[in-house]
């Protein structure tokens, strides 16, 4: 909360974790401003560079506070800002990380697009999240490479080995559960054709969890009225 006071005030926000002082600072950026509505235009290449110069501004506090020399730079998942570094901005390496394909979505498609490509033209490396990030990457830049995610085997099999609480917010569990786990919106879910399966497959229960984002688009299917659907 102190950090989004900050951020609307223009100023940079900073906090340390408090179990690993020393190994993770959360920095805040002040607001950029929201440009994405335009057209790739000049008017949209002055505005970001506007943006830009408040993430060079971020750059430098952290740089003095820290009294940091020798800095990596690792932009993930937002080539819009971040493409000419100022000359008293000069990371030991520049990288970006493509965690997903940001041509499916059209909101991050308008300008992702051709700012993942110039990016990873400029930049020293490209990391990405699987192989088919990796073939279109590397069509781009020599330096691409394959980082795949990684997750905790014994953190995540307990599920499968212990006997644990059901939670609370759960449906009874007379039927069998269909779970989404994600984003819920329409660019991931047909929300129709979730409603069909519903109003066919009763005697299944339909959890969606996640972050609903297009709560109008699936209300107009009436999803939310469906006895066996749960978000």
Not at 26 to 51: A, C, G
Not at 58 to 82: C, D, E, I, S
Not at 142 to 151: F, G, M, V
Request: hydrophobic share 40%; with cysteine; net charge positive.
């Amino acid at each position: 909360m102190q950090n989004r006071r900050a951020v609307f005030t223009g100023k940079i926000g900073f906090h340390t974790h408090g179990k690993w002082p020393e190994l993770l600072t959360v920095i805040t950026l002040p607001t950029f401003l929201p440009i994405n509505f335009l057209p790739e235009s000049k008017l949209y290449r002055l505005i970001n560079r506007l943006n830009e110069q408040l993430l060079w501004k971020a750059l430098r506090t952290v740089l003095r506070r820290y009294r940091l020399q020798h800095w990596v730079f690792l932009n993930v998942y937002y080539p819009y800002t971040g493409f000419e570094f100022p000359e008293d901005l000069q990371p030991l390496l520049k990288c970006y990380y493509s965690v997903d394909d940001i041509s499916q979505e059209s909101y991050t498609a308008k300008h992702g697009v051709m700012g993942e490509k110039r990016m990873a033209e400029i930049y020293d490396f490209v990391l990405t999240t699987s192989k088919v990030l990796y073939q279109k990457m590397i069509a781009v830049s020599p330096h691409a490479y394959w980082l795949p995610n990684a997750a905790d085997v014994t953190l995540f099999s307990r599920a499968a080995v212990w006997k644990l609480p059901r939670p609370h917010d759960m449906p009874p569990s007379d039927k069998p559960c269909a779970v989404y786990i994600g984003n819920i919106d329409t660019a991931r879910n047909d929300f129709a054709l979730l409603a069909e399966l519903a109003s066919r497959c009763s005697d299944i229960n339909i959890v969606l969890i996640g972050l609903l984002t297009s709560p109008i688009e699936a209300d107009a299917v009436g999803l939310h009225r469906l006895p066996n659907v749960f978000f």
